[in-house]
């Protein structure tokens, strides 16, 4: 079964929790995702 964004490619440069959230809802249906952070500490979430 073929869901709505297959095909479809986002690169974030986002941060917090907005961005994640709203990326994960985009590979949910279907979007390849790239997610790009700090090399050195990544999103700040992760420090949650």
Known sequence: MAL???GVR???LG???SGPVGLRH????GA???KV???ETG???RLW
């Open 4 to 6: 709505p964004l297959d």
């Open 26 to 29: 985009l590979a949910d249906f």
């Open 43 to 45: 999103d700040m979430v």
């Open 32 to 34: 390849e995702v790239l």
């Open 37 to 39: 952070e700090v090399p």
């Open 15 to 17: 941060v917090s929790i």
């Open 10 to 12: 986002i690169v974030s």
